[in-house]
């Protein structure tokens, strides 16, 4: 079952692909924490790529924070095991940390099933947004909806997001 | 004109490639007969070198041949689009560019409606 609005962040313990592991409580700091399942393969991973960077690099000065998570079977898709997606980091010069769920248990205590999937948590770590990005996977210049940043915005107003549960779409989550 | 138009439901962008291939036939004036075809095993993606989904081949060649690694395997294909950006569905344009040059090569057998 899929962590439910207003409920509270469920911890995880994970190696990022900085060599360091990382927990919740690295981000007790940030006002916004964007927990994100994501992946290499995804080509909607890889069409919402560069908005979700940008958004990140945009909101850091003021205590925004996304980590990303990939929690896909390397087994079958090999393109998401951790040294490619170190690269992937690398490449693309992540300005979040890219942490490996091998076991899929933070994956399924989250209830999520795709790529890219957000969950956007308040500075008591409660659940504000869940769901895709933007309404507009192909084309960044035609989103209509700007979901993650408005639900950025609102949380970091003290409001409540316009919207606070969007489908995600995007890959489903490659299990064992 | 043949089309063969493959997808796996774990993708949901069949849907809307579907969609946009019917609306570029109709702009077109092309009556095609489009095969519709699941790939629902690890087995048919093999036997079909499936390079993801959506897939669609117009009289066996496939829309975007450089995207097209046979992996033949259950995934989402990755599409670049003409500015670079990639998507998991290709442009109508891509698919306009498809349906032309099976057009105009006759001995392929293409039809205009």
């Known amino acids: 079952m899929t962590l439910a609005m207003h ?8 190696p990022g692909v900085d060599g360091r592991t990382y927990t919740e409580a690295d981000f007790a700091q940030a006002k916004v924490l964007a927990v994100i399942f994501w992946c290499n ?8 790529e560069d908005r979700v960077i940008a958004l990140q690099r945009e909101y850091a ?17 090999p393109e998401d095991a951790f040294p490619r997606m170190q ?5 693309k010069a992540y300005p979040f940390p890219y942490l490996f769920d091998e076991s899929q248990e933070v994956a ?12 956007l948590f308040d500075a008591d770590r409660t659940l504000r947004y869940h769901g895709a990005p933007d309404d507009n996977f192909e084309d960044p210049r035609a989103v209509r909806q700007h979901y993650l940043r408005d639900a950025v915005e609102a949380v970091l107003a003290n409001r409540n997001p316009p919207l606070a549960q969007t489908p995600p779409r995007g890959c489903t989550i490659k299990w064992r | 004109m043949r089309i063969d138009f493959l997808y796996w439901e774990g993708c949901p962008s069949h849907e809307e490639a579907l969609h946009r291939l019917r609306a570029v ?17 690890e087995e048919l993606a093999r036997a079909l070198a499936f390079p993801g989904s959506p897939t669609i081949r117009v009289e066996g060649r496939d829309v975007q041949p450089h995207t097209a690694a046979a992996d033949g395997r259950l995934t989402c294909r990755l599409y670049f689009l003409d500015d670079g950006r990639p998507s998991p569905l290709p442009s109508a344009e891509m698919l306009r560019r498809a349906v032309r040059a099976a057009r105009a090569a006759p001995e392929r057998g293409g039809a205009t409606a």
């Open chain 1, 61 to 77: 000065g003021r205590g925004v924070r996304f980590v990303l998570i990939n929690s896909n079977d390397p087994q079958k898709y």
């Open chain 2, 25 to 41: 036939l109709a702009e077109e004036g092309i009556a095609a007969e489009v095969r519709v075809i699941h790939v629902g095993t």
């Open chain 1, 7 to 14: 409920q509270q962040i469920i911890p995880f313990t994970l």
């Open chain 1, 87 to 91: 690269e992937r980091a690398r490449l």
């Open chain 1, 41 to 48: 393969h995804c080509p909607y991973v890889r069409a919402w």
């Open chain 1, 108 to 119: 399924r205590r989250y209830g999520a099933t795709r790529t890219p999937e957000v969950f």
